[in-house]
């Protein structure tokens, strides 16, 4: 069998390090290396912490270490990529991350309109089509706990991007960019409804799936599970916040 990698692929040596000619080359890991230092993670049970376990994991214990960037150069047409971005707005990203063959660009938020501006109009981006704008909430990332998600493809170059603004709980405003790409209205409007964050500009930031009076924002990891309790064949099942847990 061939140790040829596909294009994208992680690459590993593992022989041991001797003398500075054999150090990895731009693009190549050792799996002796010894990358920037960070903290391990870790998660208990299915669910946030505070929250009931209904799902029989809560002594399920698991410690990782968080891939936050990646070095840079990139291979091929994703490297390409940031190099005219970089060309185009100054100071367009923070960092990198490629992983499971998808490219993700960390955005300030301040750089978001302009960016996504470049990469829709450059001839050498062509970024058309907004397929997706979501959220996340991180209650652990201090000063970044929620985070924006933007899907772009480019019909003309046939690539995928990743875009990733975070902005914290005590100033959770991110630009609205309907006015770049307006398909993303309805998408902004469920990711301030679910998550709470405040896309500044949007033509009408108001609930899409809750009702209007609705106090919270569901799918924070800090948000109550509630329920009601549903009664099946003389069976009561109560809300999830009051079944039995299993830790």
């Known amino acids: 069998m061939s140790d040829e990698k596909l294009p994208g692929e ?9 003398g500075a000619e054999a150090a990895p080359k731009a693009g190549v890991e ?13 998660r208990s049970g299915m ?3 505070g929250s009931p376990d209904t799902s029989g994991y809560g002594g399920l214990v698991r410690e990782y270490l968080p891939r936050r960037s990646t070095a840079r150069p990139l291979e091929g047409a994703d490297e390409q990529v940031l190099v005219r ?4 707005v100054d100071g367009a990203f923070t960092h990198v991350l490629f992983d499971r063959g998808e490219l993700t660009v960390f955005v300030p938020r301040e750089k978001l309109i302009e960016v996504v501006t470049a990469l829709r109009d450059d001839a050498h981006l062509r970024y058309e089509g907004c397929m997706s704008v979501s959220g996340v909430h991180y209650p652990s990332d201090a000063g970044a706990e929620l985070h924006s998600v933007i899907h772009l493809q480019s019909f003309t170059h046939n690539r995928r991007l990743r875009l990733e603004v975070s902005c914290p709980d005590a100033d959770p405003h991110i630009p609205s960019i309907c006015s770049v790409y307006p398909a993303a209205d309805w998408h902004e409007r469920e990711t301030w409804d679910m998550f709470g964050i405040v896309y500044d500009d949007h033509p009408s930031l108001t609930r899409i799936l809750m009702p209007d009076d609705w106090v919270g924002h569901p799918q924070r990891k800090d948000y109550p599970l509630g329920g009601i309790p549903v009664e099946y064949k003389g069976a009561v099942v109560p809300p999830p916040d009051q079944r039995r847990t299993y830790r």
Request: proline residues 14%; negative net charge; without cysteine.
């Open 85 to 88: 971005l970089e060309t185009l």
């Open 10 to 18: 992680e690459k590993s040596i593992s022989e041991p390090v001797e």
């Open 47 to 49: 669910w946030s912490d």
């Open 30 to 42: 050792r799996e002796d290396a010894q990358s920037s230092p960070q903290p391990p993670v870790t």
